[in-house]
């Protein structure tokens, strides 16, 4: 009697589904897909951070898996652990002193810039100082106290950078272009720090002499735009106990 072939459909099915090769070729392109893309971008760090930190805050997740309090989410504005207010706080203030630009006809005197540092307020020298001197005019000091007012809140620190024209001086107060910026953007410090209240670990000066002109010394208008005083508010920002001074 010939004996019955023996059936292999067990042999046959003892491996994973038929699905589940699919699927596992579906991940890996998605994979390959996302790594591309992550090749053809450029990855800010500090800004990803601050996104996924402030999705874990809506979402009510922290590390770990732990739910934050709501109170944790009130106290931190629904913003993420490391969200940073400094962009925020350049764009407003730009916002509140271009205003103030248009409202009191300041556009030939006072420009806005924002730049990688971060918001640059260039004042030309004939609304602040004399032609070589360093003592602030009235109309200066109008500025200068808009200014202070839109940054006294903020935690940003501030750098004020002076600068002169091509043409040289030498007296007993000011023996050279070096002495004279450096003056000037440390009167506008001490203005800061007297009348504004803020914090002088804020604060930083800087003079520039004649070396780092916008236009070419070669005419009286050039000069007058290079005679120029900065006040540049940094992305970079103090601890939220110092913004003022005690």
């Known amino acids: 009697m010939p004996r019955r072939r023996r059936n292999n459909d067990d042999d046959n099915n003892s491996g994973s589904p038929a699905w589940m090769t699919i699927f596992g070729d579906l991940m890996t392109l998605l994979l390959v897909f996302f790594v591309l893309l992550y090749s053809f971008s450029v990855m800010d760090l500090q800004k990803f951070q601050g996104f996924m930190s402030a999705l874990q805050n809506q979402l009510g997740v922290m590390e770990g898996g732990k739910t934050i309090s709501e109170s944790q989410v009130m106290n931190q504005g629904m913003?993420?652990?490391?969200?940073?207010?400094?962009?925020?706080?350049?764009?407003?203030?730009k916002q509140d002193m271009q205003n103030y630009i248009n409202n009191n006809n300041l556009e030939d005197n006072v420009h806005l810039e924002m730049s990688e540092r971060g918001l640059v307020i260039r004042m030309t020298g004939e609304i602040l100082y004399d032609v070589g001197e360093a003592v602030i005019k009235p109309t200066g000091r109008e500025v200068l106290n808009e200014i202070g007012t839109n940054i006294v809140g903020v935690r940003n620190n501030v750098k004020v950078e002076g600068h002169t024209d091509?043409?040289?001086i030498n007296n007993s107060q000011y023996p050279s272009n070096w002495e004279l910026s450096t003056a000037r953007a440390v009167r506008v410090i001490k203005f800061f720090v007297d009348n504004i209240d803020i914090n002088p670990s804020r604060l930083s000066a800087a003079g520039y002499s004649k070396y780092r002109p916008i236009k070419e010394n070669v005419s009286p208008k050039n000069r007058a735009v290079n005679r120029r005083v900065e006040v540049v508010i940094l992305n970079t920002m103090i601890k939220?106990?110092?913004v003022r001074s005690e």
């Open 79 to 93: 913003q993420g652990q490391n969200f940073n207010s400094s962009r925020v706080n350049l764009n407003q203030i």
């Open 166 to 168: 091509s043409l040289p």
């Open 240 to 242: 939220e106990d110092e």
